[in-house]
């Protein structure tokens, strides 16, 4: 099994930047997905999770609702984590992850920088 993430980089405060995570050697429809992120000297900390099935809900971190768009395309199995009106504070290397319904994985992460 096995994540991998892409996207990121630098971004400019206010801009906007999308993340993918491709899932291959599971079952995607199966599993719940999600985006973490860890700044530096901090812990990691849940962004984003969108569930599995034709409802996929969706739950964000009180710091990024209205900002971040977590979605799924089950025919690609990829996870995407849209984010707009980005702030400094959202500088991180942000993680997805996959919870099957025996595993759970994580994927490499990616870089994410918010600064002029």
């Known amino acids: 099994v096995q994540l991998q993430a892409s996207g990121g980089g630098l971004v400019q405060p206010g801009g906007s930047s999308r993340l993918s995570c491709a899932l291959s050697?599971?079952?995607?429809?199966?599993?719940?997905m999600g985006w973490y992120r860890q700044a530096s000297g901090k812990q990691r900390e849940l962004v984003a999770i969108?569930?599995?099935?034709?409802?996929?809900?969706?739950n964000y971190a009180e710091s990024v609702k209205g900002r971040f768009t977590i979605s799924r395309d089950n025919a690609k199995n990829t996870v995407y984590l849209q984010m707009n009106s980005l702030k400094p504070e959202d500088t991180a290397v942000y993680y997805c992850k996959s919870v099957g319904p025996k595993n759970t994985y994580w994927g490499q992460g990616t870089q994410v920088t918010v600064s002029s």
């Open positions: 969108i569930g599995r099935g034709s409802v996929a809900t969706t």
């Open positions: 050697g599971s079952i995607f429809s199966l599993n719940i």
